[in-house]
């Protein structure tokens, strides 16, 4: 199993940009696809990112061009880079595993908010 615990929202302007941590406890970080989704006041919560154990990232159409997943399978930390950001990407942004034979995210991060002004 592992815990997600995302970190690095906040208050920036359109344009600009802002890097997301998760740091995740686990033995067996390396063997999960690490998700990145995010929920906007009102709205569904709706899928961002993703990268597979071997970093191969997947965006949704939204984000892609502007945001970067990445992961660290030596310090188990997946980060979301994110440029351009635009007032449409705030959000409670979440860290989400799964396990690879599986297609749901059993695991998920307590969610960290990111503001963006117009």
């Known amino acids: 199993q592992v815990q997600p615990v995302d970190s690095g929202g906040g208050l920036v302007q359109a344009g600009g940009s802002l890097r997301l941590s998760c740091a995740a406890s686990?033995?067996?970080?390396?063997?999960?696809?690490m998700g990145w989704f995010r929920q906007a006041p009102g709205k569904e919560r709706e899928f961002v990112a993703r990268i597979t154990p071997s970093g191969i990232p997947y965006y949704a159409d939204s984000v892609k061009g502007r945001f970067t997943i990445s992961r660290d399978n030596a310090k188990n930390t997946v980060f979301l880079q994110m440029n351009s950001l635009k007032p449409e990407d705030t959000a409670v942004y979440y860290c989400?595993?799964?396990?690879?034979?599986?297609?749901?995210?059993?695991?998920w991060g307590q969610g960290t908010q990111v503001t963006v002004s117009s």
């Open positions: 989400a595993a799964r396990a690879v034979s599986r297609t749901e995210y059993g695991f």
């Open positions: 686990g033995r067996t970080f390396s063997n999960y696809v």
